[in-house]
Nanobody, 116 residues
Framework: QVSVVESGGGLVQAGGSLRLSCAVF????????IGWYRQAPGHLRELVAD???????YYSNSVKGRFTISRDAAKNTVSLQMNSLKPEDTAVYYC??????????WGQGTQVTVSS
């Protein structure tokens, strides 16, 4: 079966950068899209960026111009490059795969903390 695992979280100063990776295990042909979500204390979980199998990309307004989502088919990974990080970007970041005919598969999350 298909599963996803996040990595790359950590502590960074405001203005710095981090690169998150979502590794896909199992049949990549069974996934329509990979999305990055985040949930900060006191906030609802929100969609940050999404990339579909046809190449369509979505970014939330809060990260446009700062974050970039990309897919490396050879490594079966989807990355989220986060630049110009702000303290309000602090959250647990989750990778979610849309699995054809089944539903969703979520990663366990990776903590991103941006200090002032």
């Amino acid at each position: 079966q298909v599963s996803v695992v996040e990595s790359g979280g950590g502590l960074v100063q405001a203005g710095g950068s981090l690169r998150l990776s979502c590794a896909v295990f199992g049949s990549t042909f069974s996934i329509n899209a990979i999305g990055w979500y985040r949930q900060a204390p006191g906030h609802l979980r929100e969609l940050v960026a999404d990339i579909s199998s046809d190449g369509s990309i979505y970014y939330s307004n809060s990260v446009k111009g700062r974050f970039t989502i990309s897919r490396d088919a050879a490594k079966n990974t989807v990355s989220l490059q986060m630049n110009s990080l702000k303290p309000e970007d602090t959250a647990v970041y989750y990778c979610r795969g849309v699995v054809i005919g089944t539903g969703f598969t979520w990663g366990q999350g990776t903590q991103v903390t941006v200090s002032s």
